[in-house]
């Protein structure tokens, strides 16, 4: 009896203790959902928030005078003259290419905006079609590139094509999970309207910063025969591009991203604790006080999660080469420290805390690490998906731009090819980072208190939870055959010393 009163009051104990901790986590939560007070908002990475305007007023002056130079007329601006010894000019005009580079823009905003449009019928067969078309559609652009005898991105686009099919293979048992979580994170996204009027604003505002740059490009393409200066310039060019649509785009992710956890902790869009104006408030700050950390998580963070993703598809299907799997394993454990200060789900602390980029990335990764959620988002491969289908569009644009290009200029196909492939990659991205951030939040809501996903969706909170358990129980395992494994070899040492 004695016993028996001992374990029940324990259990009592711990029941109390775990109530407790969820109230104090969700207490915290709101209190940090409070923090879309403007006396709590500092600014923050203001000096990359500087790097980043001077380098599109920088950027926007030299797109102009490459541009105008050649604009109607030859060497307009007589500058010919002082790149005479650098690059090969000829009697191409702006104009000849700037249409084409106008098609890029139209084709690759239809296409986003297609996207947002069918997101709430056909997001999932959508998804599944990137997956699998991708390494055909890969595979095809780079037999028309032997074709036309460009060999250098015939190679290219069959190693693309290569490490796509291989990527697939490798996570073909984690698809299904993938394809649950995103299916619930448009389902979310798909009852908010104001957030795809905000993507749609958004590609406006890309569509019209690449007016200006195609202008510029356009230029570039038309004084040159395809020589190593000109190309190099096009290169400079593309990763301003980059640069500045991963802004826009990590922009509309700050903004969803915090409207969406708001939501789901505090019950719904339409709860009396939901704090007013919420989509404005975090418009506000994303393009203000917190501008600066999302110019300065943009540089790195799309390079660092692309190549993680490559690392641990391959490093699954290693087996037991140990030699490989050292070498793979070193390489695997740099990205993850680097992950741990540059990662997309800061983007939600952005949101939500105001803080800076690189404690907000810490501090997402040590809660997933402390919580074992990061053995989920380890497990998940949405945002590789959500690549899959940007690519895919970034490649139909290409194609678009190119055939039009090949009918009247053939030496130019890759050279306009690949920059309105980039075009169509950034405004087909501004489409699907609605998704990628209710995904973010949804894992960062689960860390922080799993019952505010049991409240939201039951049915999904055990899947999560029954996915949670396996992978730990996985990773238990291999920890233990690693370490049977070591005392093994040293056993084996000490019994046959060299």
Not at 209 to 226: D, H, K, T
Not at 240 to 268: D, E, Q
Not at 428 to 456: H, K, N
Request: hydrophobic content about 50%; aromatic content about 12%.
């Amino acid at each position: 009896m004695s016993d028996s009163n001992v374990s029940s009051s324990s259990s009592d104990s711990a029941s109390t203790a775990t109530v407790d901790r969820n109230v104090g986590r969700s207490q915290r939560i709101i209190d940090g959902g409070q923090t879309f007070s403007p006396d709590l908002r500092h600014w923050r990475d203001v000096f990359w928030l500087a790097i980043f305007i001077i380098h599109l007023i920088g950027l926007g002056f030299v797109l102009a005078v490459l541009g105008l130079n050649r604009f109607k007329k030859l060497d307009r601006l007589n500058i010919d003259r002082y790149t005479n010894r650098v690059w090969e000019n000829n009697n191409g005009l702006t104009e000849n290419y700037w249409p084409k580079y106008a098609v890029a823009g139209g084709v690759g905003t239809a296409l986003g905006w297609t996207w947002l449009l069918l997101l709430g019928s056909r997001a999932n067969q959508m998804m599944k079609v990137s997956v699998h078309i991708l390494t055909t559609y890969l595979a095809v652009i780079s037999v028309l590139c032997f074709w036309c005898k460009q060999f250098f991105w015939g190679v290219a686009f069959a190693t693309g094509a290569a490490l796509q099919f291989l990527y697939v293979i490798s996570v073909i048992d984690r698809l299904p999970f993938t394809m649950l979580v995103l299916q619930k994170a448009v389902k979310l996204v798909w009852s908010l309207p104001e957030v795809m009027r905000v993507a749609y604003a958004f590609m406006v505002v890309m569509l019209l910063w690449m007016g200006i740059w195609s202008f510029g490009a356009a230029g570039v393409v038309a004084s040159s025969r395809g020589d190593l200066g000109r190309w190099w310039l096009l290169v400079v060019l593309s990763v301003s591009l980059f640069w500045t649509g991963a802004v826009l785009c990590n922009t509309v992710h700050v903004i969803v991203s915090g409207l969406v956890f708001l939501i789901l902790i505090h019950g719904g869009q339409n709860a009396s604790s939901m704090p007013p104006n919420s989509l404005m408030k975090s418009l506000r700050y994303a393009v203000t006080t917190s501008f600066g950390s999302i110019c300065y998580g943009s540089l790195f963070t799309a390079a660092i999660r692309t190549l993680r993703w490559e690392i641990r598809g391959f490093r699954s299907k290693i087996g037991n080469n140990e030699c490989l799997l050292c070498c793979v394993d070193f390489l695997f454990q740099l990205v993850e420290t680097l992950v741990r200060f540059f990662n997309k789900y800061a983007y939600v602390q952005i949101a939500i805390h105001g803080k800076g980029f690189n404690r907000s990335a810490r501090d997402a990764w040590e809660l997933f690490q402390s919580t074992g959620v990061e053995a989920l988002v380890a497990y998940d491969c949405s945002g590789a998906v959500l690549l899959m289908g940007t690519v895919l569009g970034g490649l139909i644009t290409g194609t678009c731009a190119g055939i039009w290009t090949w009918i009247n200029w053939r030496d130019r196909v890759i050279m306009v090819g690949s920059t309105a492939m980039l075009m169509g990659m950034v405004l087909v991205g501004l489409a699907m980072v609605v998704v990628e951030s209710a995904v973010t939040s949804i894992y960062v809501c689960y860390a922080e208190d799993p019952s505010l996903i049991q409240r939201w969706d039951p049915q999904f909170f055990n899947q999560m939870s029954e996915t949670l358990h396996q992978r730990l129980q996985h990773r238990s395992a291999r920890a233990r055959e690693v370490l049977s494994h070591n005392q093994l070899d040293g056993h084996m040492q000490d019994t046959y010393p060299v």
